[in-house]
């Protein structure tokens, strides 16, 4: 007889306790145990360990499984929480059987070792059936469905509630949220705001900003200065749209007479030899039609922007063309014309930033793709595959975060067709738009940067710490995943990997599914063949779901929460004729003021981070034992904790600090 001893670890989190019957069954390479009720008198309460003792008659050699499941007891149904199982064998080894799992009664679970392993090194019989249903029951649970045409597949799940549980938000987050846009939506009914249609009476008016940050307050005293105007094209809301400009664009008729003043003197051909002129080129939105806000037709334009870097190391625009195709009615607006005139160019600008940025930089390029290599992930990767591991914090609350955005923003009647000028038909033709546009090397910082031609450009705070972040998340990818990867010959073998890949290639980025294709024509892959192209994928999707969601969501409010500087919707056309702006036409232009507090409510919400949120760096699952993993983890919070002192450090020195890549305020994954 011999005696294997059962820890069992109950969640510390709301509702994770049990009084169900648990019953559990060990299995090993030479035998399995009898099934064994693993009784307690006062059940399974949250945050507890409690111990068992386990009788076999021999050894059961090497376990590979514990199974799990549930009864209920006498007559209640509820769920149990299991965080782990350790098993202390007759042989002295002690093993760790990760689970984070909700277990409903007369449900079964089948948990593995912490120990990764490979498909091709699970050569037991009982480990590769085990990984084989694993799979087929969580593609049957995680389905593909297409949203729309032309852009990435989505979960097949219309509510969150029919997610399995584990994958959606914990009681503290779901019941904060809610709370949190419940007591916005009380505040803008008692203060009169949220159904009015009138125009706002004067800039000033607009001062109704509550729980200010230091951002918002910068925003509101210097929004038309060209100086922050610029600014926010580097470490604004979207840092991504800016680039260097070497031959100034046949349809933006720029001439040296135009920009002398902004020059001192010198010409534009000069100054793009120099690499100090840049362009912002909004023609993604060309040929949109704006949306129907409160029975009033909303208008958006397409802007070209023309920046100027100054001796200073300011960023400034010199000049704004409206619309893509130059005409007697699409003036060239300069900051030599008048200051109304100057001030509205700005405002379309900013407007046109409102509605890419939110579409394409944040909705498609962090929501969507952390949604795919989501998916991708729970239907691919079987809990024991090492690259399951790596990613699991990366995927959490994703699920359920973006279900809700398709049935409260995006949606028919959701936020952004009610209250926002790139609603409707155009939201979806210009997602449609930027998937299309989507290449590989735009996800990967260090080669957008390198393409945009901004490695050099002064006072790039994104680029900086955003490079750092890259260069931490990568030495950490590489050191694990070689760790598994002995050699290329492994990265091609493994068959999970490539469905995994494969999947990502074909429902995310819409790629062929021949599998003579290895890339889209934008360079997505389709496979993997060597160890380093997968250190580089991997680190572009922890990059993606955790910094580059924090750089565009993070400061939304603080940017938006003056709504000048971030209109979503604009009540009147694009001028077409110099000196005709005043400050009514402005404020007519500008939307009313209904629509203005229900944007500033839904950007609130959608900056606040939760209680539970969880940085860069943090790991609650317990989901290794091996040395090796365990210190590269440590590691790599060691360097995300240097970068952090790195930043504030800095950031004491600047008039507007940049707060959005420090590691303490990154979450892990898309989950806000």
Excluded at 31 to 47: R, T, V
Excluded at 223 to 234: A, N, P, R
Aim: aromatic share 12%.
């Amino acid at each position: 007889m011999v005696i294997y001893t059962v820890t069992t670890y109950t969640g510390n989190r709301h509702l994770a306790g049990t009084n169900n019957f648990i019953y559990i069954k060990l299995r090993g390479t030479e035998d399995e145990s009898e099934e064994q009720n693993l009784y307690c008198m006062q059940g399974f309460w949250p945050g507890s360990e409690q111990e068992f003792k386990i009788d076999c008659k021999a050894s059961l050699g090497e376990l590979i499984t514990v199974k799990l499941f549930s009864k209920p007891f006498m007559g209640l149904c509820d769920q149990w929480f299991c965080d782990k199982i350790r098993i202390n064998t007759p042989e002295g080894d002690e093993i760790f059987f990760p689970c984070y799992c909700w277990l409903d009664w007369n449900e079964k679970l089948y948990l593995r070792p912490a120990k990764a392993s490979l498909v091709f090194q699970d050569v037991k019989l009982i480990a590769q059936r085990q990984r084989m249903r694993h799979l087929v029951e969580q593609q049957k649970s995680f389905r593909w469905r297409v949203y729309a045409e032309g852009t990435p597949q989505v979960i097949d799940h219309d509510s969150a509630t029919t997610l399995p549980p584990e994958v959606q938000f914990s009681f503290t987050k779901e019941n904060e949220f809610y709370l949190t846009a419940a007591q916005q939506l009380v505040v803008l009914k008692l203060t009169g705001y949220a159904d009015c249609r009138n125009s706002w009476e004067s800039i000033q008016q607009l001062d109704i900003c509550e729980n200010r940050s230091k951002t918002i307050e910068y925003c509101r005293e210097h929004w038309d200065e060209d100086e922050f105007f610029g600014y926010q094209f580097l470490n604004g809301l979207n840092p991504m749209m800016i680039q260097r400009c070497s031959t100034l664009p046949e349809k933006f008729p720029v001439t040296d007479d135009m920009v002398k003043d902004s020059l001192k003197g010198s010409s534009l051909e000069q100054e793009m030899k120099k690499g100090n002129i840049f362009l912002s080129d909004y023609k993604i939105l060309d040929g949109l039609v704006g949306n129907v806000v409160s029975g009033r037709q909303q208008y958006l334009t397409a802007p070209l922007v023309l920046l100027y870097c100054n001796p200073h190391g300011m960023m400034l625009p010199i000049a704004i063309q409206l619309m893509q195709k130059p005409s007697k009615d699409n003036p060239i607006f300069l900051p030599t014309d008048s200051k109304a005139d100057w001030t509205l160019a700005k405002i379309f600008v900013r407007n046109a930033e409102f509605g890419v940025h939110e579409i394409d930089f944040h909705l498609l390029r962090t929501h969507l793709l952390a949604e795919v290599f989501t998916v991708a992930t729970l239907r691919n990767l079987p809990s024991p595959h090492p690259l399951h591991k790596l990613l699991f914090p990366h995927i959490r609350y994703t699920l359920q975060i973006n279900i809700m955005a398709r049935s409260q923003l995006i949606s028919k009647d959701g936020f952004f067709a009610t209250y926002t000028g790139v609603g409707g038909r155009s939201l979806e033709e210009l997602l449609k738009r930027a998937t299309a546009s989507l290449t590989y090397r735009a996800l990967c910082l260090p080669d957008n940067i390198s393409d945009r031609g901004l490695k050099t450009v002064p006072n790039y705070y994104y680029r900086d710490d955003g490079r750092k972040l890259w260069d931490i998340i990568n030495k950490f990818v590489a050191a694990f995943l070689s760790h598994y990867y002995e050699h290329d010959a492994h990265v091609k073998k493994d068959t999970e990997l490539q469905c995994w890949i494969t999947e990502i290639f074909t429902n995310g980025f819409l790629g062929s599914d021949s599998s003579v294709v290895r890339t889209t024509p934008l360079g997505i892959p389709s496979s993997f063949q060597t160890l380093q192209e997968l250190i580089k994928f991997v680190t572009m999707v922890i990059f993606t779901t955790s910094a580059q969601h924090a750089a565009v969501n993070s400061g939304q409010y603080d940017f938006g929460g003056w709504m000048p500087n971030y209109p979503t919707a604009l009540r009147e056309p694009p001028p077409n004729e110099k000196g005709q702006t005043t400050e009514k036409a402005i404020l007519e232009t500008l939307p009313d003021v209904g629509t203005t507090v229900n944007g500033m409510a839904v950007l609130t919400l959608l900056s606040k981070d939760a209680a539970d949120h969880y940085p860069l760096g943090h790991f609650p699952e317990h989901l290794h034992d091996e040395e090796l993993p365990s210190k590269l983890i440590e590691d790599f919070q060691k360097d995300l904790e240097e970068l952090s002192d790195s930043i504030e450090h800095r950031n004491k020195k600047l008039e507007l600090p940049y707060t959005y890549l420090n590691p303490k305020n990154v979450d892990n994954s898309v989950a806000i």
